[in-house]
């Protein structure tokens, strides 16, 4: 993947204020194409600092938590969120309507 494209995700990252998620779409509408939502799930792994790129808080359209986490999976994700102070269901989902951040694009 092209640096300028990780670059972008880690700045976007940064931006997500504590206690908000935003989705893969979001991101990849923010780059500057809404079909890069795949592309940054890939970036998304190879997160060079999930601390200081938050990337737990990023959620699928529907709100639904990854099953894939590549930092310690959903359950993780998951720990991460709540201390974030974000509910999150028992079907790993979380209200957009309430933790949506949603940036002037």
């Known amino acids: ?8 995700v880690c ?3 940064t931006m997500i204020p504590d206690g908000k998620v ?17 592309v940054v799930g890939n970036l998304l792994h190879r997160n060079p600092d999930p601390v200081r790129y938050p990337c ?3 959620v699928n359209a529907q709100g639904k938590l990854t099953g894939r986490f590549a930092f ?23 209200d957009l309507k309430k933790y949506q951040w949603k940036p002037d694009l």
């Open 56 to 58: 737990f808080r990023v």
């Open 22 to 38: 935003v989705t893969y779409g979001q991101i990849a509408e923010w780059m500057g194409n809404k079909g890069y939502s795949r």
């Open 1 to 8: 993947m092209r640096d300028d494209l990780m670059e972008a």
């Open 72 to 94: 310690g999976g959903i359950n993780v994700q998951k720990e991460r969120l709540e201390a974030d102070g974000i509910e999150v269901s028992d079907d790993y989902r979380v």
């Open 11 to 13: 700045e976007f990252l």
